[in-house]
């Protein structure tokens, strides 16, 4: 295992199209979180799973974002009706637990036209 | 509500100096803080985790010392070389939550 794998690397959408990323966390880790990142600035905490449990999600999280995680491996993060201020590096990152290390993928760059 | 800052914003040094990057975090209940380093369009890549407990964590050139009732933190990065040019970001993980709280970076150059 190779380490938190994210996909796609890059996607452009078109303003009011629905789009979907993957995020595969290292096996044992139990823990997932989504992160947004804008140009200049730290990554913003979106939602937190404890296996298949949605557990925290941040008011950046909007009626428009949703995101999954069947079974407590791999998730989605799905961005409906996207706008131009969607535009973000969307990063994902697991951890086996409270206390230890997150470690992070190499995120999803969304560019909204 | 947590708050990270950290100063400088930008740093430019030459090779082989011995540099120091700061964070300060607003709210001391604490789990634990964790420097990152990201290069341009990439994702973070840890370098150091420090408990609330410890007082100091090493690894190779870099160093990063916990002063939690301050609310501060610093990264030591021992005789610079190019290839540590990337932006380094310091996060809290607070006792109140599971999401980790970002600065927002400094970008260091080190020019050869």
């Known amino acids: 295992d190779t380490g938190v794998s994210q996909d796609p690397r890059h996607k452009i959408t078109k303003r009011g199209q629905n789009v979907t990323f993957r995020c595969d966390p290292i096996?044992?880790?139990?823990?997932l979180y989504w992160y947004r990142q804008t140009l200049g600035q730290g990554p913003e905490f979106l939602t937190y799973f404890q296996n298949e449990a949605q557990l925290e999600k941040s008011r950046l999280l909007s009626d428009r974002f949703s995101a999954e995680r069947p079974k407590g491996s791999f998730s989605t993060l799905e961005i409906q009706r996207t706008e131009q201020g969607d535009s973000a590096m969307y990063l994902c990152?697991?951890?086996?637990?409270?206390?230890?290390?997150?470690?992070f993928g190499q995120g999803t760059r969304l560019t909204v036209v | 509500k947590q708050e990270v800052t950290q100063i400088p914003a930008a740093l430019s040094v030459p090779e082989g100096e011995n540099l120091v990057l700061n964070c300060s975090f607003t709210d001391s209940a604490i789990y634990n803080l964790q420097w990152f380093r990201q290069d341009p369009g990439k994702g973070l890549t840890s370098l150091l985790l420090i408990q609330s407990s410890q007082r100091e964590q090493t690894s190779g050139r870099l160093n990063a010392s916990l002063d939690k009732s301050s609310g501060r933190s610093t990264l030591y990065i021992a005789a610079s070389q190019p290839g540590d040019s990337a932006t380094y970001l310091c996060a809290v993980k607070g006792t109140s939550g599971s999401r980790l709280t970002f600065g927002e970076g400094t970008q260091l150059t080190v020019n050869p």
């Open positions: 990152a697991s951890s086996t637990n409270m206390n230890t290390e997150a470690f």
């Open positions: 096996s044992e880790h139990n823990r």
